[in-house]
């Protein structure tokens, strides 16, 4: 497709938060927002008319309005069925996290060739410098990761859906621990074991905090801890390998977009880090959500199209969701 972004055209479906930040984000980079459609009729009506654009009366009139792209932004246990419904109609899906919320969707996931999964830690510069920092061999062959998200969430939070397994399909490890499982699989590849520990409260009938371990290629360790049982969001990663060490400290959104600190217990090889780190140039500014769909309407406008483009797939993403359905899994078993 070689066109110019400003004739793109998107619809979103669901007018919730995330919604409304896709929303922004297409309209800051110039693309025509047709629709949404909300099964809250009043949500879509007051995002008809926060961003100009028509509340389809239906999910079949949003798909019918002859879009280019496609928000999907609806609880995750309808995500798998909405994006099958955008690629019959030849739509390019952005589908937030998770994509899906059972094992039995894998295979239909993973024929999804027009769907962008939305897990945008990956394109921030502290993934960037940790992935020039591994692959110039710093950080050794088996490096072990230690991840926390430490989140708080209040009773609204839950009451808007996510208490409920049915409707949400997904509790803390998947719908936002996710992020940090797809980050350290998209530098070590997938994970091949994964374990761990969910806790449940009375608030919802899915975890509120959990602890998870995996492992990966070389005998490389990640743990993960998310809780929504804390204080002021704050994430933090830690990786170590090799006699390096590299801490990433930041809040719940994007904490990617700030860098790592690093550490080196050979002071020649500490410097070289931080040269190699100080060479990046990276266009990372928040809400990397705004990188993501940029080069996805880069790709669209290129004749290349999403060819090298660097633009995660399904298939990048399935593993590291799989690793924590394995979880749910055993839990239930």
């Known amino acids: 497709m070689d066109q110019e972004k400003s004739v793109l055209r998107a619809v979103v479906l669901g007018a919730g938060g995330a919604g409304h930040l896709h929303a922004m984000v ?6 025509e927002i047709l629709g949404a459609y909300d099964p809250d009729p009043i949500r879509s009506a007051v995002f008809a008319q926060t961003h100009l654009c028509n509340a389809a009366s239906s ?8 879009a280019d792209l496609i928000s999907i932004t609806t609880p995750p246990a309808m995500h798998i069925d909405q994006a099958i419904k955008a690629q019959d109609h030849s739509l390019i899906a952005l589908v937030e996290k998770p994509v899906i919320v059972s094992l039995a969707d894998l295979e239909r996931a993973s024929k999804l060739d027009r769907a962008v999964p939305v897990v945008q830690w990956r394109y921030g510069r502290a993934f960037q410098q940790l992935k020039a920092v591994y692959e110039a061999g710093y950080l050794g062959d088996s490096p072990s990761f230690v991840g926390d998200l430490a989140w708080y969430r209040d009773a609204e939070y839950f009451s808007s859906g996510r208490s409920s397994k049915s409707v949400w399909g997904a509790g803390a490890l998947l719908s ?22 969910l806790k449940m409260d009375e608030r919802s009938d899915m975890e509120s905090a959990a602890i998870a371990m995996f492992t990966f290629k070389n005998d ?13 969001d704050s994430t933090s990663l830690t990786v170590c390998g090799n006699g390096v060490t590299g801490r990433l400290d ?8 700030v860098s ?57 993403v399935l593993p590291a969701h799989e690793a924590i359905l394995n979880i749910y899994e055993k839990r239930n078993t």
């Not at 297409?26 to 693309?31: F, H, K, P, Q």
């Not at 490389?220 to 002021?232: C, D, E, Q, Y």
């Not at 930041?250 to 977009?257: A, I, L, M, R, V």
């Not at 600190?261 to 990372?284: H, P, V, Y």
């Open 220 to 232: 490389a360790l990640a743990t993960v801890r998310v809780s929504l049982n804390g204080g002021r």
């Open 26 to 31: 297409y309209r800051t980079l110039g693309v």
């Open 59 to 66: 999910e079949d009139e949003l798909f019918e309005m002859g």
């Open 260 to 316: 790592f600190i690093w550490n080196s217990a050979n002071t020649e090889i500490g410097e070289n880090i931080q040269e190699l780190c100080g060479t990046l140039t990276t266009n990372d500014t928040p809400p990397l959500l705004m990188n993501l769909i940029d080069s996805v309407i880069k790709a669209l406008c290129s004749r290349a199209g999403f060819i090298d483009s660097g633009i995660a797939t399904m298939a990048d």
């Open 250 to 257: 930041g809040g719940g959104n994007d904490p990617t977009s």
């Open 176 to 197: 936002v621990g996710i992020h940090m499982v797809d980050l350290v699989s998209a530098l070590l590849g997938p994970p091949v074991y994964s374990s761990g520990v």
